[in-house]
Each structure stands twice: as structure tokens, then as C-alpha cells.
């Protein structure tokens, strides 16, 4: 990929999509600030990515959930005047059933896939803006448009598609770019953090983590908003969307041996 960006910062880069993003764009010579809890993890991607590329990686370690973590991190954004890409990936799978919910998982899933992109992205834009350059990719999923990836997962993430288009329609002419990126099934850690068990799911259901990142990358020089990678998870998309399939697959999410197949709890 050749560098159409200076400067992106990343969250969730310690690992799966985020991590994947982060080797992306060192290769093509965008400087980073990488995101997310783990600052061990941040660490050993930085010193790696900056001894094989020659880019500047910075790190900033904080907890999207957190508020005054969230507002520092707003803060770092507003003053990186350079700032060209702002990549919303951090996220999580609900352990819980929302109604079982009783550690706060539901609000920590709003925080974190909801009010962090919204306060990053209106923390991104007025450099972005007065440059008349920039671009902002908000991880959403296929969940986005599903009736059985569980209540919070995908209204949370349906927020994130709807919030991309939206504000691509208020920002056009502006020359800014916004992608909602609508992954489905990929290998990452975000099995084994949410306690799902992967081997329910056929194979050829999923999808790389480098795969997905590069269609998303790629993408974003085409000036599409969603992107849903994959032949097949852009049909799933599609027959879930669509009305004469939708409430069918509304029945079929509530038989038990589909919600086991899907590895639901
Ligand atoms: N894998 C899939 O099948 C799939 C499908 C569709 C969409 N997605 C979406 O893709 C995005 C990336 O997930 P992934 O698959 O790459 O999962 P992953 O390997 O588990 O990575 C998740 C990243 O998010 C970070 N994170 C989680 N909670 C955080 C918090 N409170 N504050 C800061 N960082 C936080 C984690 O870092 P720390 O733990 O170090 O904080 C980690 O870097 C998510 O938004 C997910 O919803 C994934």
C-alpha cells in the first residue's frame, strides 16, 4: 500500500484487527499511536515496528471505559495537529446476556464502542477539516445488521455503521473519508476474550486478520462507507437486511441448536 496518510492512531492495537492495521501502515511508512490496556503489548509492537520501518511509533496506554482516560486520550488527538487517520477499533464480545448483566458489561461496551469513537472522531475532525484532508475508520461488524449477536454487541455496533454514513454526508466535500468496516468472522483474540468457543463455527466462515485490514485499507481509497469484507459475509449481510430473510433469520436465532452453533451462551 502506498502512504495516502502521515499519522494514525489506532486503538485496540495490542492485538487481532488493531495489531494487524498498525504492521499495515508501518509497512507503508504512516507514523502511529498505538491504543489500548496492555502497555507491555504496545511496547514490544512499537519497538518492533520502528526497528523495521522507518516510521515513529508512539504509544499511549489507557482504558477507553474510563473517563479520564478517554478525555486525556481526546486531548493527545486535539493536540496532534498531523493527525490524518483515526482508526476506532478497539471493541469486545459481551460474556453476559444483557439482561443478566450484573458487572456493568453493557455500559463498558457503550463506552467503549460508542462514546469513545464519537468523542475521538469530534476530537479528529477540525484538523482534519482545516487541512481538507483525513480519514476515519470506525471498526463496526456484521453483527451491525444481525438479530442474534446479542442485544448490546449489535445495536452497539449498528451505531457505529449508521453514525460512519451519517457523518459522511455531513462531511462531504470537506475531503475527508469515513468507513464504517463491517467484519465478520476473523481470527483474533476476540473469541477467547468474549469465552466463545471457535470450534462450533465451520471454517470457511472465517476470515485472516491481514485479509481484512487490507480490504478495509484498500477500500478506503474508493471512497466506500461500509465495507463488509468477504464474498460470503457480504451475502449473510445482505440476506439479513433483506425483508422476506430477515424474519427468518429471526426465527432461527431463537431455535437453541442455532444459538449453540453461533456459540452463543
Ligand atoms: N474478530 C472478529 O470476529 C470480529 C468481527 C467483527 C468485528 N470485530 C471488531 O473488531 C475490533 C477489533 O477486535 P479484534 O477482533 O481484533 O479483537 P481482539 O484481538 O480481542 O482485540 C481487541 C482490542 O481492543 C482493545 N480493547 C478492548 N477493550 C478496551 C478498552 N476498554 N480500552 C482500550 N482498548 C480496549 C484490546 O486491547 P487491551 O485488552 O490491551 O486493552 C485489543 O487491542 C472490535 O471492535 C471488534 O468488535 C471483530
Given amino acids: 500500500m502506498k502512504a495516502a496518510y502521515r499519522k494514525a492512531l489506532i486503538t485496540g492495537a495490542s492485538a487481532g484487527l488493531g495489531e494487524e492495521y498498525a504492521r499495515q501502515l508501518a509497512a507503508a511508512g504512516v507514523d502511529l499511536i498505538l491504543v489500548a490496556r496492555r502497555k507491555d503489548r504496545l511496547e514490544d509492537l512499537a519497538r518492533g515496528l520502528s526497528q523495521k520501518y522507518p516510521v515513529s511509533v508512539e ?13 486525556a486520550l481526546a486531548e493527545k488527538i486535539r493536540q496532534t495537529e498531523d493527525l490524518d487517520l483515526l482508526i476506532n477499533n478497539a471493541g469486545f464480545g459481551g460474556k453476559s446476556k444483557f439482561y443478566k448483566d450484573e458487572n456493568g458489561e453493557s455500559e463498558q461496551m457503550v463506552r467503549v464502542h460508542v462514546l469513545a469513537p464519537v468523542i475521538l472522531t469530534r476530537a479528529a475532525l477540525p484538523a482534519m477539516i482545516r487541512r481538507g484532508r483525513g480519514a476515519v475508520i470506525n471498526v463496526s461488524s456484521v453483527a451491525a445488521f444481525s438479530p442474534f449477536s446479542g442485544a448490546m454487541y449489535s445495536s452497539t455496533k449498528a451505531f457505529l455503521a449508521m453514525f460512519s454514513v451519517n457523518l459522511q454526508n455531513e462531511l462531504h466535500g470537506k475531503g475527508i473519508k469515513v468507513q464504517a468496516l463491517c467484519p465478520g468472522l476473523t481470527h483474533t483474540e476476540f473469541h477467547q476474550v468474549a469465552g466463545m468457543n471457535k470450534e462450533t463455527i465451520p471454517g470457511f466462515l472465517w ?31 445482505f440476506l439479513m437486511r433483506c425483508p422476506w ?19 452463543m451462551k
Fill in 245 to 263: 430473510t430477515f424474519s427468518l433469520v429471526q426465527w432461527l436465532s431463537r431455535r437453541s441448536w442455532v444459538r449453540k452453533m453461533a456459540a
Fill in 59 to 71: 504509544i499511549f496506554p489507557a482504558d477507553l471505559s474510563r473517563d479520564h482516560e478517554l478525555s
Fill in 207 to 237: 476470515m485472516r486478520a491481514d485479509r481484512v485490514v487490507r480490504i478495509s485499507l484498500r477500500a478506503l481509497g474508493r471512497n466506500k462507507v461500509i465495507v463488509i469484507p468477504g464474498c460470503r459475509n457480504r451475502i449473510i449481510s
